[in-house]
């Protein structure tokens, strides 16, 4: 297995052998998690740090309960009551962090690029639990793995990304992800919630949904990101369910063996018709989440190997 990478920021700086390497290891820790005892001592005497400056459920549950079935030593940071609030710069929360010595460091923030700038002024292992409308790496990983488990295969597949993309950190993880490993990836949504020069980025943009899905794979849903929407980019929510949430007859111009799949948290009626969702023949929904923590074990995994590597090459503690 090849993975060369000292952080997990975004899907962008993985090359596909690395993200076939990844998800091999997830498969396994997949099927480990299905056992009655799925605990392993892999990062035993570790530190996990979660810093969560937006508020998550799943993901950070995903990272927490990862951590501990890997043996370490898992801590969740209240960032809303943290001295960040107070006036502490990210800068100095980071060297305040370094002096704990953790080995890896799980940050959720709402501005892009604060999580790359963290891992700039730490000595350990920083993972990306979403950015801003940057990246949500682990998001894609799941992803991409519930896909090549349904699909048996993860390349020259038709797949629809359909919604909010202008605000999607999900969106943008996934369309690189997909894009490295030969997917033909669709994107379909209202123009208002299209970003301008997306079509650089080697997909097909749509705005008609049963035009977009026609022989698609696989449909993805996103949420409507209501928090970073600073304008009316929709007439009201049950014009755009009529237009581009999933329902039935719109998933019917896919293949029929087509899977549905939403990140989450759904907003039903919005994006995506509750019987569909809960549909245990098409919606691969609640394997996204199953897949989410076996995907953040495989990353942490090797990402510690690195790290204990590098700890051997530089005994002085400053690591390059």
């Known amino acids: 297995?090849?993975?060369?990478?000292?952080?997990?920021?975004?899907?962008?700086?993985?090359?596909?052998?690395?993200?076939?390497?990844?998800?091999?290891?997830?498969?396994?820790?997949?099927?480990?998690?299905?056992?009655?005892?799925?605990?392993?001592?892999?990062?035993?005497?570790?530190?996990?740090?979660?810093?969560?400056?937006?508020?998550?459920?799943?993901?950070?549950?995903?990272?927490?309960?990862?951590?501990?079935?890997?043996?370490?030593?898992?801590?969740?940071?209240?960032?809303?009551?943290?001295?960040?609030?107070?006036?502490?710069?990210?800068?100095?929360?980071?060297?305040?962090?370094?002096?704990?010595?953790?080995?890896?460091?799980?940050?959720?923030?709402?501005?892009?690029?604060?999580?790359?700038?963290?891992?700039?002024?730490?000595?350990?292992?920083?993972?990306?639990?979403?950015?801003?409308?940057?990246?949500?790496?682990?998001?894609?990983?799941?992803?991409?793995?519930?896909?090549?488990?349904?699909?048996?295969?993860?390349?020259?597949?038709?797949?629809?990304?359909?919604?909010?993309?202008?605000?999607?950190?999900?969106?943008?993880?996934?369309?690189l992800l997909l894009g490295k490993m030969e997917n033909r990836v669709r994107l379909i949504g209202p123009p208002t919630l299209m970003p301008s020069g997306i079509e650089e980025f080697g997909v097909e943009v749509f705005d008609d949904m049963r035009e977009g899905l026609k022989d698609v794979d696989v449909v993805m849903m996103l949420r409507l990101q209501k928090e970073r929407m600073d304008g009316g980019f929709i007439p009201s929510e049950r014009e755009y369910y009529h237009r581009y949430g999933l329902d039935s007859e719109k998933l019917g111009h896919a293949k029929e063996d087509a899977i549905v799949m939403h990140p989450g948290p759904m907003n039903r009626g919005v994006e995506i018709d509750g019987t569909l969702a809960d549909d245990i023949n098409r919606s691969v929904i609640q394997e996204q989440v199953e897949m989410g923590v076996a995907v953040r074990m495989a990353t942490m995994d090797l990402l510690a190997q690195n790290l204990r590597e590098r700890r051997t090459q530089h005994p002085e503690g400053v690591l390059v």
């Open 1 to 175: 297995m090849r993975f060369d990478q000292r952080h997990l920021l975004g899907i962008e700086p993985l090359r596909p052998d690395e993200i076939t390497t990844l998800l091999d290891l997830s498969d396994q820790y997949a099927d480990r998690n299905r056992k009655r005892s799925p605990s392993t001592d892999v990062l035993a005497g570790m530190t996990q740090i979660n810093m969560f400056f937006e508020n998550s459920t799943r993901t950070q549950a995903s990272f927490e309960l990862a951590g501990k079935r890997l043996g370490a030593d898992v801590m969740n940071m209240a960032m809303q009551a943290s001295s960040v609030k107070k006036g502490e710069t990210l800068i100095d929360t980071a060297l305040t962090l370094n002096a704990m010595r953790p080995d890896l460091l799980v940050v959720r923030h709402p501005h892009a690029g604060a999580v790359d700038l963290l891992s700039q002024k730490v000595n350990c292992a920083v993972l990306n639990a979403g950015d801003g409308k940057h990246e949500h790496p682990t998001q894609a990983l799941l992803d991409a793995l519930t896909i090549r488990r349904e699909k048996g295969r993860l390349h020259r597949l038709s797949i629809a990304i359909c919604g909010d993309i202008a605000h999607s950190r999900v969106a943008r993880s996934n369309i």
